[in-house]
Every structure is written in structure tokens, then in C-alpha cells.
């Protein structure tokens, strides 16, 4: 039962272009939600976090959307750089849990 | 300074064997966690440590037995391997609930292969 879905398994951007990673959860009951990025042969790292109460966070070049009535969320980069290909996993924490549950990720490749 | 690191980074072992997976973590974090990415690179929680006590335990086959000797350590042994457990195994720590326990930092993963 995947809770948190990325249905694109990878996406191909031109350097300084946007790039759009997209998520889908179905659990009400997620109120925090993650990025994280992971190179090959490292653990993933912590990218960007929005709270269920706002809609959008930026940090840098990132930036999250939250739609809580869609229950989809997305990560744009803008402008895109080649140090940013890698997999982005999508996360969520339900209220008061102590775990995340993570999607399947996305393979980012940002040609230069 | 490495935050959280696992040895060994790979494991091949034949099936039947039992063998531990180790980490530890300098970030002074309450709370550690194993972790499993499968083939299909679902990455899916299977314990988690707060301050040595078990306070998640997911569906995992009782021959995966994590032991938390301290709260910067929590080591995974896995008795009688099968093929099935081929996967990427990543440990991760954090803050404590309430503290910001939902920012895992992870470690770099043991890719285990069982022939």
C-alpha cells in the first residue's frame, strides 16, 4: 500500500530551464512533507520541507508546492544546473508518527 | 566528519548465512531508524530507536533483529538470509518527537546481495 507516489520515474531538463518533480499522496493524515535528494552510492539528503498548513516554500533555486485538496505536491527548480541530476524522493510524516513514508523517486538529469 | 555511517557498504553472502550490518551516529540524535530500498526502489521504514527503545517495528521477518547497545548505535542482524533480502539497506538518524524528528539524515547505504 504506497501512500506516497511519484508516478514519473525520470525526467530529462536542459541546464537553466525549470525542472517540475511532481507527487501524489493519499493519507489525510499527513501533515509534513519532504524533498530529499540522493546521489548514486550516498543516502538521500535533506532538500526542502512545507508544513500541511502553508502552501509554498522556497529555499534558493527550490521550491515546494503543497495542494492539500489534490493532495499532490512539487518540487520546482529554477534555473536547473547539472549538479542537480539525481534522485528526488518525495516524503511525508503523519501527524504525531515518528517515521517517514517515502515515494519511489524520480531521476532527475539536467543536460548541459 | 561523517554523520551517520553504516559498515559494511557491501555485503555478498550466500543464503542461509546470519550477518550485521553497523551504525552509528555523531549528530547526538535521539532517534535512529533502519530503512529498506527493494528492487523496485521503494525505500520503506522497518525499526526505529528512540533513545534505545523499540518504538517502530514494521512487518519484517523476525530474523531481522536490530540491537541498540546506545542511542548513537543501532545495529541490524539478519539470521538465515534469503534471497528476498537483496536490497539496499540505509540507516538514518534524528531528532526526537516534537524536536524535529520528521529531518532523517541518512547514511550512505550497505547493499546487500544474498547469492
Known amino acids: 500500500d504506497q501512500q506516497v507516489k511519484q508516478n514519473s520515474p525520470s525526467l530529462s531538463v536542459q541546464e537553466g530551464r525549470i525542472s517540475i518533480l511532481n507527487c501524489d499522496y493519499t493519507n489525510s493524515m499527513f501533515d509534513y512533507f519532504l524533498w530529499y535528494k540522493k546521489y548514486p552510492a550516498e543516502g538521500p539528503t535533506f532538500l526542502i520541507s512545507?508544513?500541511?498548513?502553508?502552501d509554498k516554500n522556497e529555499d534558493g533555486r527550490f521550491t515546494v508546492f503543497l495542494n492539500k485538496s489534490a493532495k499532490h505536491l512539487s518540487l520546482h527548480i529554477v534555473p536547473s544546473q547539472p549538479g542537480d541530476s539525481a534522485v528526488y524522493f518525495c516524503a511525508a510524516r503523519k501527524t504525531g508518527a515518528n517515521n517517514l513514508f517515502f515515494g519511489t523517486g524520480t531521476r532527475l538529469t539536467v543536460i548541459p | 566528519d561523517t554523520a551517520v555511517s553504516q559498515t559494511p557498504k557491501y555485503l555478498v553472502t550466500q543464503m542461509g548465512n546470519d550477518k550485521s550490518i553497523k551504525c552509528e551516529q555523531n549528530?547526538?540524535?535521539?532517534?535512529m531508524y533502519w530503512y529498506k530500498q527493494d528492487s523496485k526502489k521503494f525505500l520503506k521504514i522497518m525499526f526505529s530507536y528512540n533513545n534505545k527503545e523499540l518504538i517502530i517495528n514494521e512487518t519484517v521477518p523476525n530474523r531481522f533483529s536490530p540491537k541498540s547497545p546506545d542511542k548513537a548505535h543501532l545495529n541490524l542482524h539478519i539470521n538465515s538470509l534469503e534471497l528476498g533480502d537483496s536490497a539496499v539497506y540505509f540507516c538514518?538518524?534524528?531528532?526526537?518527537?516534537?524536536?524535529?524528528?520528521?529531518?532523517?539524515?541518512f547514511g550512505s547505504g550497505t547493499q546487500l546481495s544474498v547469492l
Open positions: 538514518a538518524s534524528s531528532h526526537g518527537p516534537g524536536q524535529g524528528v520528521e529531518k532523517l539524515f
Open positions: 512545507i508544513s500541511s498548513i502553508k
Open positions: 549528530l547526538g540524535h535521539d532517534t
